[in-house]
């Protein structure tokens, strides 16, 4: 199983940081992600994190704002959202997985993120 917290809502601009933990399973025995889904949309990738935590990726629209990060002792992982945008709010989920998208894929319940004035 998979919790997510740390939603909210919060200004442009602004920042959160959400957490990621898992219980049951070891999450060091896998590649994690975050994704995403706005209001009437598809799930969309957001990033992607190596086992070990040496290798990340994100997605074209979240690079360089946020960052994903795991530390497989607390079986935690988690991601820092800065500078962030109205298209950014949407329900947010940490998934097993490069993707997050794959049929195999685990996800949490969600947390939802708001960026609005």
């Known amino acids: 199983r998979l919790v997510e917290s740390g939603g909210g809502l919060v200004q442009p601009g602004g920042s959160l940081t959400l957490s990621c933990v898992g219980s049951?399973?070891?999450?060091?025995?896998?590649?994690m992600s975050w994704v995403r889904q706005a209001p009437g949309k598809g799930p969309e990738w957001v990033a992607h994190?190596?086992?070990?935590?040496?290798?990340?990726y994100y997605n074209d629209l979240v690079k360089g704002r946020f960052t994903i990060s795991r530390d497989n002792t607390k079986n935690t992982l988690t991601l820092q959202m800065t500078n962030l945008k109205p298209e950014d709010t949407a329900v947010y989920h940490c998934?097993?997985?490069?993707?997050?998208?794959?049929?195999?894929?685990?996800w949490g319940q969600g947390t939802l993120v708001i960026a609005s004035s």
């Open positions: 994190t190596s086992r070990s935590g040496l290798s990340k």
């Open positions: 998934s097993t997985g490069r993707t997050g998208l794959a049929d195999s894929d685990v």
């Open positions: 049951g399973f070891s999450i060091g025995s896998y590649d």
